[in-house]
Nanobody, 123 residues
Framework: QVQLVESGGGLVQAGGSLRISCAAS????????MGWFRQAPGKEREFVAT????????YYADSVKGRFTISRDNAENTVYLQMNSLKPEDTAVYYC????????????????WGQGTQVTVSS
């Protein structure tokens, strides 16, 4: 079992930046692939970014490419999502996800999910 706890969400103005974090426990962190997803009101959950076990590979949704950066600190059992140049359409609940499988940029199914953290971007 892997437990995931997100933090760092909040309210930010358009054009601003925010970094959200996800702390993992229950399994050796370096053995799990991590991802970020988001869900806006009335919309389906969508993929945002993923990172391989040691952080050497990352992949982003086109909508956030060039603005968001996913990273991980395996010594701190934490994955981060740095969000820059935020837009109102980035408003959503952001979910951290983990999976013990191989890194796959096309992966949409993850074994473990956090409870989410709200990010609101005002115009």
């Amino acid at each position: 079992q892997v437990q995931l706890v997100e933090s760092g969400g909040g309210l930010v103005q358009a054009g601003g930046s925010l970094r959200i974090s996800c702390a993992a426990s229950g399994r050796t962190f370096s053995t799990i692939v991590m991802g970020w997803f988001r869900q806006a009101p009335g919309k389906e959950r969508e993929f945002v970014a993923t990172i391989s076990r040691r952080g050497g590979s990352t992949y982003y949704a086109d909508s956030v490419k060039g603005r968001f950066t996913i990273s991980r600190d395996n010594a701190e059992n934490t994955v981060y999502l740095q969000m820059n140049s935020l837009k109102p359409e980035d408003t959503a609940v952001y979910y951290c996800a983990a999976d013990p499988g191989n890194y796959d940029p096309d992966r949409l199914e993850y074994a473990y999910w956090g409870q989410g953290t709200q990010v609101t971007v005002s115009s």
